[in-house]
Every structure is written in structure tokens, then in C-alpha cells.
């Protein structure tokens, strides 16, 4: 009997034996980018991967090596006795808070596995009462920046193709995509690389107390191409002396331009020193005015 349902057919219930194992779907890390209407989103949680059984032969509880997690979390063990209606293989990830599940593999000696997403999710619903410590994972149709996603210890989301089906191991119908701060700032000069035309490197800041304040530099993109289309419009705006309120490390490298355009940057996190972590070059915004720019308060 096949696994999965032909392309341009309907899934039908394939009734099987249930698995001792069944090796985890993974996500393909991948930088943020626009997904079209067939992606759901999820939170990606910081936690231990959860595979479930459920059925007569009382509750198994494995991490993403099969390893059992069982005897380290007795009373969730119990819960999901009590919680989860029949036999089933559930997949989840346990949070210092609660269970997340989202997804189910297998029901009442049916395989899941080539059923589309939004359908395992349903009978998902379906087959388990959900209580504080059992929850589950819904799907969104944008990625979720809320505070209610950052209090589950959310580390960024995952993209879901609706209509795939459960393979196990990395897959590209999955995808992780880190979680990142975006900022606006002034770009105050750049950097060539001798012999490197695409090894270039902004300078950029935001405005302090009436002055550009130096931020640091961004020499990567999520998209390397548009770090080198901003070149011929920067070379456009050269000037001999600095921009920026402030000494600025190696200036003698260093082509200043005047502080006419604004730069979106993605980065991890705000520095002690007022700086962008891993900062990423996204894109101009020409819907900004430079001295429009100041520093948007830590999250």
C-alpha cells in the first residue's frame, strides 16, 4: 500500500500499523522572506521535541533521537493518559510552560503522514482535550510577533506549506526562520574591498540628542545583490568629512556620504553599547526622512 496520495488526488485514510518510531519533520532554516497564501505559520519554541503513543500500551513519550521522556515527566505522562481520546502518535515540543502539540501522524490505526497539514491539525484537535499543560499550536497566516509568542519562549516561526504531507527528517515544505529585531537607520559612509566588489560595508547610525550617532557597520544582506545595487546612488552623495557625531574606527577605509538615506536593517539584538548584533542589510526606505530617525526602545 503506498504512503501517500498521488499528485492532484485527494488523500484517503490508509489504514496501517502503527510504528514503533517515526523519525521527526524538521525545518529547513531559511532567511525571512515573503511566503505566499499555501503557508501557515507557527512559533518556533525553545524546548525538548515531543513524540507521543498513545493506546493500549499506556503512554510513550520520545525526544527527537526515540530517547524516552517518560521518567523525566511523570505528570505530563499521566495527563496525556486522561488527556488524549484513542490511539494515537501526536508530535509536539515541551516548553518550560506546557506541552505544545501540533501536529498527529498516526489515529485509530490510520497513518497521517500523507494527509495535508491543515487536516492532521484538525483531527489533532479533535483527538486531544487540551488543558494549561497540554496546549495546541495553531497555524496563522503571518508569522506571529505578538508578546503572547514571546511569553511561550517563541526563538522565531516556522513556515508550513498547508498541503504537504509529514516526511521525516529536514524538509523544505518546512521552514525556520529566525527570530530578529528590524531597525531603520542613516547610512554615514561605506566600504570597498580591494579586488572584492561585492564585499561592501554601510555605515550606519540614528540621530541622538541632534547629532548621527554611529551605530556600526553592516556588511551582509538577506539578499547580497541589493547591498551592491545601493553603490551608484551612494557614490552619488560622497563628501570629505564625517557625518557622524563622534570618532568612527578605521576612518582612513572609510568613503563618507551625506546622511540622505535610510537604510532597514534585521539584527539579533541591541548591543550594550547601542549597537545592532549580527546586523543585516534588508532594503532603502523611501518612505523615511533621515532626521526622521532615532532609536526605537529595546525589546
Request: charged share 25%.
Amino acid at each position: 500500500m503506498s504512503g501517500s496520495a498521488g499528485r492532484g488526488q485527494e488523500p484517503f485514510a490508509l489504514w496501517s500499523r502503527k510504528p514503533e518510531w517515526i523519525e521527526p519533520m524538521l525545518p529547513t532554516p531559511t532567511e525571512p522572506r515573503a511566503l505566499g497564501p499555501d503557508w501557515a505559520w507557527e512559533p518556533e519554541l525553545r524546548g525538548t521535541r515531543c513524540l507521543v503513543w498513545t493506546g493500549e500500551r499506556g503512554i510513550q513519550m520520545r525526544n527527537a533521537r526515540g530517547e524516552s521522556l517518560a521518567e523525566a515527566q511523570p505528570e505530563l505522562r499521566h495527563l496525556l493518559d486522561v488527556a488524549v481520546r484513542g490511539d494515537a502518535i501526536l508530535d509536539g515540543v515541551i516548553t518550560r510552560e506546557a506541552l505544545y502539540l501540533f501536529d498527529c501522524l498516526h489515529y485509530e490505526g490510520a497513518t497521517l503522514l500523507p494527509f495535508p497539514l491543515a487536516e492532521r491539525k484538525a483531527v489533532l484537535r479533535d483527538a486531544v482535550w487540551f488543558c494549561e499543560a497540554i496546549r495546541f499550536t495553531p497555524s496563522r497566516s503571518r508569522p506571529d510577533t505578538s508578546d503572547d509568542a514571546q511569553a511561550v519562549g517563541a526563538a522565531g516561526a516556522v513556515a508550513k506549506r498547508l498541503g504537504s504531507s509529514y516526511a521525516s527528517g529536514r524538509s523544505s515544505d518546512w521552514l525556520s526562520v529566525a527570530s530578529a529585531q528590524s531597525h531603520e537607520f542613516v547610512i554615514g559612509g561605506y566600504t570597498e574591498a580591494a579586488g572584492a566588489p561585492d564585499a561592501v560595508g554601510l555605515l550606519i547610525g540614528y540621530y541622538q540628542d541632534g547629532r548621527l550617532r554611529y551605530a556600526g557597520r553592516v556588511s551582509s544582506a538577506f539578499d547580497p545583490a541589493s547591498l551592491v545595487a545601493v553603490l551608484p546612488t551612494l557614490a552619488r552623495l560622497r563628501r570629505r568629512t564625517t557625518p557622524f557625531g563622534g570618532a568612527v574606527p578605521g576612518g582612513n577605509r572609510i568613503q563618507w556620504v551625506s546622511p540622505a538615506l535610510v537604510a532597514q536593517v534585521g539584527f539579533a539584538e541591541w548591543t550594550p553599547a547601542g549597537m545592532p548584533r549580527l546586523p543585516r542589510f534588508i532594503g532603502l526606505r523611501h518612505d523615511r526622512e533621515p532626521d526622521e530617525v532615532r532609536r526605537a526602545a529595546a525589546r
